[in-house]
């Protein structure tokens, strides 16, 4: 595998259930990223974790939790999520510091019914 | 309040019909100006990062520029291949490695 990738690519899920997203980075970055995607609205940051450790919670619900056990893999647990939290989810990677690019893994499509 | 603004929303050229598009950002300290390509269903994918005003950057037909207050992506000569949207994100010194990012521009190149 290369690059950053993210499971599943798709995901259904009611109102009750509790879920995960999984995200995979193979290029020897210590910063990852969440993203929210809905449309016609700018990518949205929702957790920040530098070297494991979270940075930055923008004020995202606490119906999202996220985990990040090692520097290369990243987890957002969802859990009684609303209509509203469906959108594209984006994992992304970086070198921890300013001025450094985010790679972007190819989402998660989810649908909360 | 950190803001990045792009323009049009979208845009529609034929194939060959050079133009620009516009990154207009108002944020203090900036670290770090970046371009990425998005096709539909897919992750960004990076293009380029500008840092200081006056620099230049170039791939393919894309070329992109920085000035104090805005950037612009050129494309030149575009192709079909080129439809996608294209975001635009800020990085400053407040953020850390947090990205700013636009509304995104969605290009439509037709043959």
């Known amino acids: 595998e290369t690059g950053v990738t993210q499971t599943p690519r798709h995901l259904v899920m009611g109102m009750t259930n509790k879920k995960s997203l999984k995200c995979e980075q193979h290029?020897?970055?210590?910063?990852m990223y969440w993203y929210k995607q809905s449309a016609k609205k700018p990518l949205e940051l929702m957790f920040v974790?530098?070297?494991?450790?979270?940075?930055e919670n923008n004020s995202v619900p606490s119906r999202f939790s996220p985990e990040c056990p090692n520097s290369s893999h990243l987890f957002l647990h969802l859990h009684t999520l609303q209509p509203e939290d469906s959108a594209l989810y984006l994992c992304?990677?970086?070198?921890?510091?300013?001025?450094?690019?985010?790679?972007f893994g190819p989402g998660t499509r989810l649908t909360v019914t | 309040e950190d803001q990045v603004t792009q323009s049009p929303e979208a845009l529609r050229l034929q194939e060959g019909e050079s133009s620009s598009l516009n990154c207009s950002y108002t944020?203090?300290?900036?670290?770090?100006l970046f371009w990425y390509r998005q096709d539909p269903g897919k992750g960004p994918e990076f293009l380029f990062t500008l840092y200081s005003a006056g620099e230049e950057k170039e791939k393919e037909r894309l070329k992109a520029t920085l000035t104090k207050k805005e950037s612009f992506l050129h494309i030149t000569a575009p192709k079909p291949e080129d439809s996608a949207t294209y975001l635009c994100a800020v990085q400053a010194e407040k953020l850390g490695n947090k990205l700013v990012f636009g509304a995104g521009t969605i290009l439509r190149v037709k043959s």
């Open positions: 944020v203090s300290g900036l670290r770090g």
């Open positions: 290029l020897g970055h210590n910063a």
């Open positions: 992304a990677s970086s070198h921890a510091g300013v001025g450094n690019e985010q790679y």
């Open positions: 974790y530098n070297f494991k450790e979270q940075t």
